[in-house]
Every structure is written in structure tokens, then in C-alpha cells.
């Protein structure tokens, strides 16, 4: 398959993964907040 020669603009591609890019972030979020509370729910003795 050959390269192609015409690119698409920033603004362009990023129409195109805004909602990926979307996704990705709020699942971090969500993984690190589902984190955070487990870790606050355990009893640590120093």
C-alpha cells in the first residue's frame, strides 16, 4: 500500500480524535478515582 501523499491538518485530525482522546482521559480519571478510594478505605498502620 503506498504512502499518502496528502496530509490532514492539525485541526482536522483532531476532529478526528477528540473522541477517543475523550474516552482515554476519562478513563484515567475514573480508574484513578476508583483507586484513590480503595486505597483510602484501607486501614494504614505506620
Known amino acids: 500500500m503506498p504512502a499518502r501523499s ?3 491538518p492539525l485541526g ?8 477517543q482522546l475523550t474516552g482515554l482521559v476519562a478513563a484515567v480519571i475514573v480508574m484513578f ?3 484513590y478510594a480503595l486505597l483510602q ?4 498502620r505506620a
Not at 12 to 19: A, V
Not at 41 to 44: A, D, F, P
Open 6 to 8: 496528502c496530509t490532514l
Open 12 to 19: 482536522q485530525s483532531l476532529l478526528l480524535i477528540w473522541p
Open 33 to 35: 478515582t476508583i483507586a
Open 41 to 44: 478505605r484501607q486501614e494504614i
